[in-house]
């Protein structure tokens, strides 16, 4: 059976001399991997096709195991993703947490929709790490995580002062500090800010401009979540905290939409 997938590569494995395994990210059938046979040749049509983070329509042919790649024609080129070092090391954060979240090839478009938006943010020059923040809060319920962030996690109450605890998972209100010794203190613009991440659509979140510390702070948050609920710790990781602690080496740009700013 031939199918035509709209699809975005989410990592490559070289297989033989000459032969590339592909796992994409489809639209139609979730997380598949397809045998690009010739495609670590240059002069291979799969080549192109076959680069990390490729937006294409792909023909694959499918047997009884492993698909087979037949063509593949681009959607989208993300060039700035690939010129530009910062961008790279971001979106290779955001397929691989996807690659490793999503285990099943069960269609689901809200996640196709979440890479192929948050590709294409970090290609029209968004702030890369508010992006991939982003993701790593709305990828929590694809690994089975869900958050109490709407409420008090232990009474239900919506007002009041915030921290978050891991131990519950989400918000506890001040009435109810006591039962996490180890509550992480929180300004009511992070708690905005959590909500933020976890519930609005990605073309908001992108126009945020949010303080180095802030993204700091809310990623341990969220990684610790990861680490502690799901074991998943990426690769992508090290070299992100490598360009964290050699700034100078990649002066940053000004992030020209300035629509909003956090610490009310
Ligand atoms: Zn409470």
Redesign the pocket.
């Known amino acids: 059976m031939l199918n035509r997938v709209e699809g975005i590569v989410l990592k490559t494995q070289d297989y033989g001399e000459s032969n590339k395994i592909v796992t994409l990210y489809s639209r139609e059938f979730g997380k598949i991997t397809a045998m690009a046979r010739g495609a670590k040749k240059p002069a291979s049509r799969l080549a192109a096709i076959t680069q990390p983070f490729t937006y294409g329509s792909f023909l694959i042919q499918q047997g009884r195991g492993m698909g087979t790649m037949q063509q593949g024609e681009q959607i989208e080129s993300y060039r700035h993703i690939r010129e530009d070092i910062e961008a790279t090391a971001y979106a290779s954060f955001v397929v691989e947490l996807i690659n490793r979240a999503v285990e099943d090839s069960t269609p689901q478009p809200a996640i196709f929709n979440l890479l192929q938006q948050a590709l294409h943010a970090i290609a029209d020059e968004y702030d890369p790490e508010a992006i991939a923040l982003f993701v790593e809060w709305k990828m929590l319920p694809v690994t089975g995580i869900y958050p109490t962030l709407h409420q008090?996690a232990?009474?239900g109450?919506t007002d009041g002062e915030f921290s978050f605890s891991f131990q519950q998972i989400g918000f506890?209100?001040h009435?109810?500090f006591a039962v996490d010794p180890y509550i992480v203190r929180l300004t009511p613009a992070q708690v905005k800010l959590i909500r933020t991440f976890y519930t609005v659509a990605i073309d908001q979140v992108g126009k945020l401009t949010l303080k180095k510390e802030t993204k700091k702070f809310i990623k341990k948050i969220v990684r610790t979540i990861y680490e502690e609920q799901t074991g998943i710790r990426l690769k992508s990781q090290s070299f992100l905290d490598q360009l964290d602690r050699l700034p100078q080496y990649f002066p940053k740009k000004e992030n020209p939409s300035t629509s909003q700013e956090e610490g009310e």
Do not use: D, G, V
Request: net charge positive; aromatic share 0%; proline share 0%.
């Open positions: 008090c232990n009474c109450a506890l209100c009435r109810c």
